[in-house]
């Protein structure tokens, strides 16, 4: 007998994705609790021998933006869909997902059959995600489709919930990543006149405004007002209709930022991330994915400076990566994930040492029909070439 949690509940919204956790798994083993009192300095070597013990039967994944103290135990580190299919690739019997909900989600859709997805910690969330509810988006296709026939192909970033993935697979569209986000928009041009863009308003914009797109062909869609806030006719004049929806993180970016480093260090480039918003973007020197910002950095001359736009575990990896260029945050202020931020080692040791005693606890496990529509929308994105 197995119980259903709804991940929904413990992230505040609804999922399509249950957590099963077997009626056996009860009890002390599996109590999160009690690792809480485990110290500190015994940690490192409780994970590393349980996950000798587990060996090839585990395989764990660390999101670039993870905190170091857990992403040091990473067999991959890397972007979601990416990590996604390094795991899928393996031989491991369990994925344990080090990010957040909605990575741990596409880790299912694209899982073999013998594996099992683990999110350490239920509540580590994305804001962004969660600002395209299904419901708002079935909503939104209702109401697109009664001012007659738009042809609006959605796409949807990859930060986003399987339910939104499998929308966009069942009414024709495809997901984008922030590196293909412009071919997959020539894509969908290519079969429809409209493109309804998920969730992140900032991504979407730039990248048309970079495919040559007037920003007065943009409307804004308010998930919490009629028509998305938009009249009839601003719709029908639109060719790409944006989410209202962001990054906690990259929202915080701001111009007076640039403005700032540009001043108190002459020279010094600033790179940011697409997630950004639209004037950020456009007064950067180099706007990129989070995998283009590594390459840059990595490419860079010795002795250059650099200003980051992206989470700041990131930026202090690429900081201690690269001791001979300057990397520093373009906000002075800490730009963290703060929902990936609540995995810690206490979390990791507490998964791993549960399935060395055969328990698996934190399942992720998305639905047959969600999985296979946000298949269909993944697969279309990777048969581009």
């Given at each position: ?289 989070t995998d283009r910002i590594l390459r840059t950095i990595s490419a860079a001359e010795p002795g250059s400076a650099w200003a980051v ?77």
């Open positions: 007998m197995s119980t259903l949690i709804d991940i929904g509940k413990l992230v505040g919204k609804p999922q399509p994705a249950t957590v099963l956790v077997p009626e056996k798994e009860k009890g002390v083993g599996c109590d999160f609790d009690s690792y809480l009192l485990v110290p500190d300095s015994s940690l490192d070597a409780r994970i590393t021998a349980a996950k000798a013990r587990l060996g090839s039967d585990v395989v764990i994944l660390g999101h670039h933006y993870q905190r170091d103290e857990v992403v040091k135990f990473a067999d991959f580190r890397g972007d979601s869909l990416q990590l996604s299919q390094q795991a899928a690739n393996s031989s491991a019997k369990y994925i344990v997902f080090c990010g957040v909900h909605f990575m741990a989600e596409s880790a299912d859709v694209v899982r073999q059959p013998h594996q099992q997805v683990i999110l350490p910690d239920l509540s580590a969330g994305c804001s962004m995600a969660d600002m395209a509810d299904i419901g708002q988006v079935e909503t939104c296709w209702a109401e697109l489709a009664s001012l007659g026939d738009l042809r609006v192909v959605p796409v949807t970033y990859m930060n986003s919930t399987a339910a939104i993935k499998a929308f966009t697979g069942e009414h024709g569209g495809a997901v984008v990543t922030s590196s293909n986000a412009a071919k997959v928009m020539e894509w969908s041009f290519q079969r429809g006149e409209r493109v309804l863009f998920l969730p992140d308003e900032h991504l979407g914009r730039n990248t048309a405004f970079q495919m040559g797109i007037p920003l007065d062909r943009m409307v804004v869609w308010d998930p919490h007002l009629e028509m998305g806030g938009n009249t009839p006719e601003a719709l029908r004049n639109a060719r790409v209709i944006l989410w209202k929806g962001y990054c906690s993180v990259h929202q915080r970016f701001l111009p007076e930022h640039i403005e700032k480093v540009r001043k108190e260090n002459p020279g010094m480039k600033v790179i940011v991330h697409p997630e950004c918003r639209f004037e950020v973007v456009q007064a950067a020197d180099v706007v990129g994915s736009g992206t989470e700041i575990h990131l930026v202090n990896r690429l900081a201690k990566m690269f001791p001979d260029r300057t990397v520093i945050s373009l906000d002075p202020h800490v730009c963290v994930c703060t929902t990936m931020f609540r995995i810690t080692p206490h979390h990791l040791l507490w998964v791993l040492e549960n399935l060395g005693e055969g328990r698996v606890v934190n399942r992720i496990a998305v639905d047959d029909k969600t999985r296979g529509w946000a298949k269909v929308a993944l697969d279309r994105m990777l048969s581009l070439k």
